[in-house]
Every structure is written in structure tokens, then in C-alpha cells.
């Protein structure tokens, strides 16, 4: 597509759910990111992958934490037994993956997917 | 640990001042530097990238590094009440070529007042 695409773009849960959010590159972006933004703060690095494999996952907060990109495109994160701390905009980025070719190692972020956890 | 600091404002100006923002980073080796805008409510969008020490402008916009200071800074010309956002500084700690993930500010939020 010609962004990248989060869904959903709001979503509101009861304490102890679990929650699923997509995100869709942009095509031919081999690098994809997660991160967390809570209101007032810098974006929170939480998940890199490249291609399949997931190359840095150091920024996840705990287990209940997890993401997948099982074909190289479209990612999942999934946040298990959801706290109300977990609230925030869930960002997710792409970029062409290696700086190489003019690339200038840009992030394109989506528009986010607000969670709130009652 | 890695980090990225700028000071939260709020950032005043008036309509046409010149509005300098700025950063300080962590990691020596710290490679390449961004400024992304982010208006309320929406997702970051670049605005500047510098990789070697100096000045590189485009249009009103004037970015600094110092690395030796581990200094980033923004200057943004002729500023303008659309230029009220937050901006966020962006640090890529990865060596060579590696893509990596980016490590960001808190953000300074600016206005302009008209």
C-alpha cells in the first residue's frame, strides 16, 4: 500500500483481555517496527523485525508481550492478560532495512492504534 | 542504557523568531540523526537527517550536529503557527550498515504564537 496501515485505530478492552494489533507495511519495506508512545512521551522502541525473524526484541516490556510477521509483510502484536498500564498508541514503522542504495534509514511510522485497557 | 534528551518545553515563539530546538545523545557511536514533527493526535513524520558533522538546511529548516558534543539541534527560520508541533530527536545507535531500530526524545513541544 502506500503507508503503513494499523488496525484497528482504537481499541478499548477490560483489565485481563487479550488484544491483537495489525500492522501493514509499506510494500517492499523488508524492516518493520513496534513502538509504544504514552501522551507526553517520545516514542518507546519495543520490537524490530527484519523479513520473518524478529532482529532486536529487547524493547519488550515483559512476557505478556509478543509479535509475529510469519511472512515477511503484515506483523501482529499481541499483548496478553492486558493491564491498565498497557495503555498507550501502539505505533507501527517500516523502512527499507539496510542503509544501502540512499536509503536514509527513515522511519515511516502508521497513524497508531490507541489501546485503552478499562 | 541508551539515551536521547531534549528538553520538554513548551517552546514559545512568536510568528517569524527563529525556534531552536535541541538534543543531546548517550552512545559515542551513535551514526545517523533525525527531527521527526509530530502534531497532536498523529503519527511522527520526518523532517530532517544529518550524518556528518555541521550544518545541513532545506528550506527553513537547519539541522546541526556536533558529535563530538553529542549535540543534535533544529532551527526552524521564519517560524510559523503551523509549525506548532512536537518535535522529536531521533538517534540511530547501529554501526555500518545495519538498519536498526531508532531511539527518541521525549519530544520538545513548540508553539507559535501569531
Known amino acids: 500500500g502506500a503507508g503503513v496501515s494499523q488496525t484497528p485505530s482504537n481499541k478499548v478492552t477490560e483489565k485481563g483481555k487479550y488484544v491483537e494489533l495489525r500492522c501493514d507495511p509499506i510494500?517492499?519495506?523488508?524492516?518493520l517496527y513496534w513502538y509504544r508512545q504514552s501522551l507526553g512521551q517520545g516514542p518507546e522502541f519495543l520490537i524490530y523485525?527484519?523479513?520473518?525473524?524478529?532482529?532486536?526484541d529487547s524493547g519488550l516490556p515483559n512476557d505478556r508481550f509478543f509479535a509475529v510477521r510469519p511472512e515477511g509483510s503484515v506483523s501482529t502484536l499481541k499483548i496478553q492478560r492486558t493491564e491498565r498500564g498497557d495503555s498507550a498508541v501502539y505505533l507501527c514503522?517500516?523502512?527499507?532495512?539496510?542503509?544501502?542504495?540512499?536509503?536514509?534509514?527513515?522511519?515511516?511510522f502508521g497513524e497508531g492504534s490507541r489501546l485503552t485497557v478499562l | 542504557q541508551k539515551e536521547v534528551e531534549q528538553n520538554s518545553g513548551p517552546l514559545s515563539v512568536p510568528e517569524g523568531a527563529i525556534a531552536s530546538l535541541n538534543c543531546t545523545y548517550s552512545?559515542?557511536?551513535?551514526?545517523?540523526f533525525f527531527w521527526y514533527r509530530q502534531y497532536s493526535g498523529k503519527s511522527p513524520e520526518l523532517i530532517m537527517f544529518?550524518?556528518?558533522?555541521g550544518d545541513k538546511e532545506d528550506g527553513r529548516f537547519t539541522a546541526q550536529l556536533n558529535k563530538a558534543s553529542q549535540y543534535v539541534s533544529l532551527l526552524i527560520r521564519d517560524s510559523q503557527p503551523s509549525d506548532s508541533a512536537t518535535y522529536l530527536c531521533?538517534?540511530?545507535?547501529?554501526?555500518?550498515?545495519?538498519?536498526?531500530?531508532?531511539?527518541f526524545g521525549k519530544g520538545t513541544k513548540l508553539s507559535v504564537k501569531p
Open positions: 552512545d559515542r557511536g551513535s551514526q545517523s
Open positions: 544529518i550524518y556528518s558533522n
Open positions: 514503522a517500516s523502512s527499507l532495512g539496510v542503509l544501502a542504495g540512499g536509503n536514509t534509514g527513515e522511519l515511516f
Open positions: 523485525f527484519q523479513g520473518t525473524g524478529a532482529a532486536d
Open positions: 510494500s517492499g519495506h523488508t524492516a
Open positions: 531521533a538517534v540511530n545507535p547501529h554501526y555500518g550498515g545495519s538498519q536498526g531500530n531508532l531511539i
